[in-house]
T-cell receptor, first 114, second 117 residues
Framework: DAGVTQSPTHLIKTRGQQVTLRCSPK?????VSWYQQALGQGPQFIFQ?????ERQRGNFPDRFSGHQFPNYSSELNVNALLLGDSALYLC????WGAGRNEQYFGPGTRLTVT | QQQVKQSPQSLIVQKGGISIINCAYE??????FPWYQQFPGKGPALLIA?????SEKKEGRFTISFNKSAKQFSLHIMDSQPGDSATYFC????????????????FGKGTLLTVNP
């Protein structure tokens, strides 16, 4: 049973560029959430997707956008990269519905903006 | 505004000892409280979790104690081992967002646990 997978593992970009990160949820899961983890900090919620729609969003600018595909996989896009966007980007998968609380994280994508 | 406060920032324990990490939350709408373990270069792994209608949950060497009136919860690691050395995060789920969504996790800042052999 495959867990949450993310690609790429590492990425180096220049300020002003755009980046796309990818996530495949755990088998059987239908909900994907994205988090940003700065060095030495806890993960911060970016947004969540279910049924190909953004369902909840954290305190992140519109430069951060996402998409969910019919197979439940998801992409995180960041435009106009800033140095402060350097972080570990984590994808978490879960099941939608009341009482379904567990979120399982992937290994993350380490983004470095120079 | 930090909604989940975690302490201590770092902790050193001898092998076989008890590790205790504490968290406090502010929002009474939180309805699920997980703990995650993270090793360097890896994503957080779900360790144990509790709902606010339960005061204690134990799984192997790991126990969560929950005090709803004080809005505090803690992780106890019994018989701590060098392999437990990692960063531990407490988190809280909620409050409910628009459209019925309720999956946002708010994390503490983490505790770096070192277990000496």
């Amino acid at each position: 049973d495959a867990g949450v997978t993310q690609s790429p593992t590492h990425l180096i970009k220049t300020r002003g560029q755009q980046v796309t990160l990818r996530c495949s949820p755990k088998s059987g899961h239908d909900t994907v959430s994205w988090y940003q983890q700065a060095l030495g900090q806890g993960p911060q919620f970016i947004f969540q997707y279910y049924e190909e729609e953004e369902r909840q969003r954290g305190n992140f600018p519109d430069r951060f956008s996402g998409h969910q595909f019919p197979n439940y996989s998801s992409e995180l896009n960041v435009n106009a990269l800033l140095l402060g966007d350097s972080a570990l980007y984590l994808c978490a998968s879960s099941l939608w519905g009341a009482g379904r609380n567990e979120q399982y994280f992937g290994p993350g994508t380490r983004l470095t903006v120079t | 505004q930090q909604q989940v406060k975690q302490s201590p920032q770092s902790l050193i324990v001898q092998k076989g000892g008890i590790s205790i990490i504490n968290c406090a939350y502010e929002n009474t709408a939180f309805d699920y409280f997980p703990w995650y373990q993270q090793f360097p270069g890896k994503g957080p792994a779900l360790l144990i979790a509790i709902r606010p209608d339960v005061s204690e949950k134990k799984e192997g060497r790991f126990t969560i104690s929950f005090n709803k009136s004080a809005k505090q919860f803690s992780l106890h690691i019994m018989d701590s081992q060098p392999g437990d050395s990692a960063t531990y995060f407490c988190a809280a789920k909620g409050p409910q967002g628009s459209g019925g969504s309720n999956y946002k996790l708010t994390f503490g800042k983490g505790t770096l646990l070192t277990v000496n052999p």
